[in-house]
């Protein structure tokens, strides 16, 4: 997990949405919030990928890891099915 994306998240948005995915799903926002912590350290897993797949929900570890997650598996999909020259294309939004 890199710091500088860890300290560039809106944190008053993650309480809000922990809060209301702990309605959802009838766990604390604490225990949202420390695991989506966990999703996001071991699997690259965003707060929309989270939302999406209904981690709130579904704890079981080998079901979380069949997922494709914004972080961590779109850098490695995309270093091997892309050349750079295609990546950089593709990541040049503008």
Not at 54 to 69: E, Y
Request: net charge positive; proline share 2%; glycine share 6%.
């Amino acid at each position: 997990m890199k710091l500088s994306r860890f300290c560039g998240i809106r944190w008053k948005s993650v309480y809000a949405m922990s809060v209301e995915l702990g309605k959802r799903s009838g766990r604390s926002p604490l225990a949202i919030f420390l695991d989506f912590v966990d999703c996001y350290r071991k699997r690259g897993t965003s707060w929309l990928n989270y939302m999406l797949f209904g981690f709130h929900i579904t704890t079981d570890p080998a079901i979380r890891d069949s997922f494709v997650t914004e972080y961590k598996d779109n850098i490695y999909i995309n270093s091997i099915r892309n050349s750079q020259k295609a990546l950089d294309i593709l990541l040049d939004k503008g």
